[in-house]
């Protein structure tokens, strides 16, 4: 059974720039959640989403969002990047939500 | 918002050492994850935990989730060099559909040969 997929690995942007990055979920999992990881903050929750609906959101600013297909692949974008915004971005996996998430390599983004 | 402390923060210990760290809330969580996360790489699940009291093993990992639900444990007994990296408790309580994770810092785990 394949794993969770982000694309791409790495990335780099300069500020003002914006950035979608991608994932594709374990088969059969609903629901998809993002996570920021930085050095300073550790893992920050962005935000969940379930059957193409934003279910949870974290304490991000709007330049961040995201959204869900039919076929459950979920995408996240950051608009007018910022130095701040460089981090690994994670991609978690679940059945329903609830229980074992399983989490993507995840994206790593530089800002410069 | 939920707080979780994670302790240590860094182990250095001598291989087939054993190994424990733990994790505690100022809130209660109704699952209790591990997870490990290599340089580079995404965090990989060890051990879900689901009720209180639980104790589960995989392997030659056990963890516990705390009889008041605001702390868990994992112990890795007989250490090796690949159980270097970096673990993580997080926390998950699913209340009205809220399932996002809190997640502890972090405890650095070096293992020497």
């Known amino acids: 059974k394949a794993g969770v997929t982000q694309t791409p690995r790495y990335l780099i942007k300069t500020r003002g720039q914006q950035v979608t990055l991608s994932c594709s979920p374990i088969s059969g999992h609903r629901s998809v959640s993002w996570y920021q990881q930085t050095p300073g903050q550790g893992l920050q929750f962005l935000f969940e989403?379930?059957?193409?609906?934003?279910?949870n959101k974290g304490n991000f600013p709007g330049r961040f969002s995201g959204r869900q297909f039919s076929n459950s692949r979920s995408e996240m974008n950051v608009s007018t990047l910022e130095l701040g915004d460089s981090a690994l971005y994670l991609c978690?996996?679940?059945?329903?939500?609830?229980?074992?998430?399983?989490f993507g390599e995840g994206s790593r983004l530089t800002v410069l | 918002g939920q707080q979780l402390n994670q302790s240590p923060q860094s182990m250095f210990i001598q291989e087939g050492e054993d190994v424990s760290m733990n994790c505690t809330s100022s809130s209660i969580f109704n699952t209790w994850l591990w997870y490990k996360q290599d340089p580079g790489e995404g965090p990989v699940l060890l051990i879900a935990?689901?009720?209180?009291?639980e104790l589960t093993s995989n392997g030659r990992l056990t963890a516990q989730f705390g009889i008041t639900r605001k702390d868990s444990f994992l112990n890795i007994s007989a250490s090796i060099p690949s159980d270097v990296g970096i673990y993580f408790c997080a926390g998950q309580y699913s209340g009205g559909s809220n399932y996002k994770l809190t997640f502890g810092k972090g405890t650095l785990l070096t293992v020497n040969p």
């Open positions: 935990l689901y009720k209180a009291g």
């Open positions: 978690a996996s679940s059945y329903e939500g609830a229980g074992e998430l399983f």
């Open positions: 989403y379930f059957s193409e609906t934003q279910r």
